[in-house]
Every structure is written in C-alpha cells, then in structure tokens.
C-alpha cells in the first residue's frame, strides 16, 4: 500500500455552513467535480479536502459516532509567527472558534488551534525546524 | 489562508504499536526527524501523516475528547477494483480491522474500508471520475 493520502474527509452537520466557510470564509476553492452532498476543494498541498454530511461519512464508514472530536487534527504550517496569527484572526472572523490562542510553543515554536463551524481543531503552526517548499513540508528521510 | 494542509496528525492511545503499524505493517517512510512522542511519515501526495499521542493531542489542540470516532476519515485511491482488493487485504493482515467490505459503490465507483489499530477509518477507493496522475488526484476547478 502506497504511502499516499488522497482525501481528507470532514463530516459537517450543516453542509451549506461548512462549504460557505472554506470557500468563503476562508477563501479555499471548491472544485466543479463537487456534487450533490459532497463538497471537494483543491488544496495546494496535493491532498484533497471534502466535506460531507456527518451522519452519511459515519454510515459510509460503518462506524459507530459519539459525536465530538475523535483524535485527528490537521495543520497548516507557515513561514512566519506573524502568518499564523493572521491565519488563526481570518479562520475566527469567518466564522470558527478559537480553541488555542497563538503562542510560543514548548517544542520552540508559534502556534494555535482554531475549530471550524463543526468542531473539527486546525493548528496553524510556525515551526523553525520545518522546512517549507512552495508551501509543502520537506521533510528528511 | 491559503489552502494548505500540511499534517495530518492521528492520535494513539500506543504510540509504539501505531508507528509499527504504518511503518512495517503499510510500509510507509518515517521521516528521521521524529522525535519524542511524535512521530512523522512523509507521504507521496504531499500532506504528512503524523501520530502523536492521543490524550497529548487533545490537550494540545484544547478539545474534550469523548472517545471514538470524530467524523473524519481519510481516502487513498487507486487505479483498478484489484488494487483496493489488495490494499485492503495489507492493511488487515498488519492488524488493522475491516469495517466495510469491498464493494461496488452507488456513484459508481468501488471501495471499502478499514480502521488502523487505533479505530482512525481509511477509504481505498476505486474511483473512475476521478483523475490520479502519479498518484495525486487532478481534481477539476
């Protein structure tokens, strides 16, 4: 099995809410392939994110939902402390919580945690020993 | 914001048996710069996949943690029915657990699905409207 991510999926309670978020709150683009109930936005980084009804992801996963978070956070790493407080100041204003604000991490860098309207945590994250290229993480072997 | 996702970070309730379970079981590449608790693999589609210790996560991304399953789940895609086949027989027999069979799907496509040892659901997905190239989706604007 290839190392290879292709789709993150979020479920939403509100889907309308949820797509008005990315693409207009944040400003993220939604892709034409999108269809019915199932939102797709290219994402720079090469995986894609979704968004889909919760209760239909947990049906189509065969999973058990006891609502809330489940042990999974996604991050957007940026160059600069100044980026991550302009980041986690857009991602509030359009209509997410914060849960963290930005501050100076034990691990030596800059970073907070911001919930989109259904709840699921993002850290936007200045980290100095991360290198990025083009926005992509270039991580050693 | 740009539309960047850069990690994707799972929590585990055992590190160890996490780190085996992607990295000898699924084969993927961890990257040297792991460290401590936390551990990063690099992904051929861009978006790193990191562990990192569930009950650390949570209280890093300041969040209650109810258990279970958070309304997230990740795809990987492959070309053909037989390669979903395959990589769902992989990621079983490296101790993860079948949660759906593999099956023709309504929109046309086949997929199944597992869970890692931690309960995280995955979709391999056979999808014939959507582009791979190289094995990144070329999703459309």
């Known amino acids: 099995m290839e190392p290879r991510i292709n789709i993150i999926t979020l479920?939403?309670?509100?889907?309308?809410?949820?797509?008005?978020?990315?693409?207009?709150?944040?400003?993220?683009?939604l892709s034409s392939i999108s269809a019915g109930d199932f939102a797709i936005f290219k994402i720079n980084t090469g995986t894609a994110l979704a968004i889909?009804?919760?209760?239909?992801?947990t049906k189509d996963a065969c999973v058990e939902d006891l609502g809330g978070y489940?042990?999974?956070?996604?991050a957007q790493?940026?160059?600069?402390?100044?980026?991550?407080?302009?980041?986690?100041?857009?991602?509030?204003?359009?209509?997410?919580?914060?849960?963290?604000?930005?501050?100076?991490?034990e691990w030596g860098g800059y970073s907070?945690?911001?919930?989109d309207p259904d709840g699921h945590p993002w850290e936007v994250a200045y980290n100095p020993f991360f290198e990025l290229l083009q926005g992509r993480l270039a991580l050693p072997d």
Request: charged share 25%; no cysteine.
């Open 77 to 105: 790493n940026v160059l600069t402390r100044e980026e991550v407080d302009r980041a986690l100041s857009q991602a509030v204003s359009a209509g997410g919580r914060l849960l963290k604000a930005a501050g100076e991490t």
């Open 112 to 115: 907070g945690y911001f919930a």
């Open 70 to 74: 489940g042990g999974v956070t996604l």
């Open 52 to 57: 889909y009804p919760r209760h239909l992801l």
């Open 11 to 29: 479920g939403a309670k509100d889907l309308d809410r949820a797509i008005r978020y990315y693409r207009d709150g944040l400003g993220w683009p």
